[in-house]
């Protein structure tokens, strides 16, 4: 039997739809593109990956803070 994780299969349909022209692009295309990706960062969030991302950019957001001071 073949399973396939929601956060992967979310990924794959935001690449497809990232790799279209910005040009062929209409408004409700690009809303239903920013919902995809939302709801790909909900899903990843909770997982270990999705906390070494928010890790890491809390590291980085707070490094840059410190260097504007």
């Known amino acids: 039997m073949l399973t396939i994780n929601g956060g992967v299969l979310l990924a794959v349909v935001v690449l497809l739809r990232l790799r279209r022209r910005t040009e062929a692009r209409s408004r409700n295309d690009e809303k239903l593109t920013v919902i995809i990706v939302l709801a790909l960062g909900v ?21 840059i803070t410190d260097s504007t001071r």
């Open 43 to 63: 899903v990843i969030a909770p997982t270990p990956v999705g906390e070494g991302i928010l890790n890491f950019l809390w590291q980085l957001a707070s490094g």
